[in-house]
């Protein structure tokens, strides 16, 4: 009866139920629901403390921003059931809009430093930590196993195609960025010289949260320091996972968690780093077996490398 009481008097407010329907949607800093709710930011810290005092709502505070997420599903389920029920459907029409607004503004930004840099893309990742030493723990973590069908999420100049492209069956890099993707056609084009494999990697515009390629469709996908940009990682977790057949495996490599704010607004990074308890959890979601596969102390950055893995499928015994 305490729990029940608690969220209802949690979501007695209207201010309180945009706010969840809003992070039904995506995962927000506090700044940005000031912004889509036309509040002060004290106003809607208020609001949030509400929220997740009550289960809720969490917060995950990276360096001076705050980010909130829904509560636990188990504690959510039930009111949003009960939303959908009873509510006008189309009484945040006016706050969904603005939150595409907020949407398009992240976008944007990264998309303007993405077509500033191409031509720089490989140089800027190298100032992190050598991407020599990332390569080689990417080749101990995959083991010496096939590599099969490869699907390079953010490909950006294609570095990952070049590197694994010709163990692979067949290889498909995506990036949402044009240019990034004339660059990657470019290198590939030239590396295809010295390795044939390489000319028939695949390029495709598209998004990491909607990609172009149909479920079971890969064995290996990789996401290469390419999460940190992420709005909504554990969305672009399971849409990565959604492509992996039985057996498949998802590695992920990017920063542990830092405290280096300048890097939001000089090279785009819209999280700061990622725990191994998120990575464990976002896989788990997406119905993969975690495991750290490797940690690379940096002198600034500490880059992580984390490996899923789709279970096989029990083998049908025909009596």
Known sequence: M????????????????????????????????AQVLGQSQPRVSRHVKILADAGLAERRREGSWVFLALGDTRRVAPVFAAI???????????????LDAVRAERSAAAERYFEGHA???????????????????????LDGRPIGRLVDIGTGTGRMLELLGPRA?????????????????????????????????????GDMYALPLADRSADLVVLH????????????VAEAARLLGPGGRLLIADF??????????QAAHARLGFSDQQMAEWMGAA?????????LEGDELTVKLWLGERPAEPVRRVA
């Open 256 to 265: 542990a968690p830092h405290d280096r704010e300048e890097l939001r607004d």
């Open 2 to 33: 305490k729990e029940a009481l608690a969220i209802f008097r949690a979501l007695a407010d209207p201010t309180r139920l945009r706010i969840v329907a809003l992070l039904r949607v995506m995962e927000l800093s506090v700044g940005e629901l």
């Open 225 to 236: 320091l390419v999460l940190h940009y992420a709005q909504q990682p554990a969305a672009a």
């Open 287 to 295: 119905g993969l077996s975690p495991a750290v596969a490797d940690t």
């Open 84 to 98: 959908d029920a009873w509510e006008d459907a189309h009484h945040t029409d006016g706050d969904l809009a603005r």
């Open 169 to 205: 069956e067949s290889a498909i890099g995506i990036d949402r960025s044009p240019e990034m993707l004339r660059f990657a056609r470019a290198r590939l084009t030239a590396a295809g010289q010295a390795e044939p494999a390489l000319t028939r990697a695949e390029l495709r515009q």
């Open 119 to 141: 031509a720089e893309w490989d140089a800027i990742r190298s100032l992190h930590v050598a991407e020599a030493e990332v390569e080689g723990a990417i080749g101990r973590a």
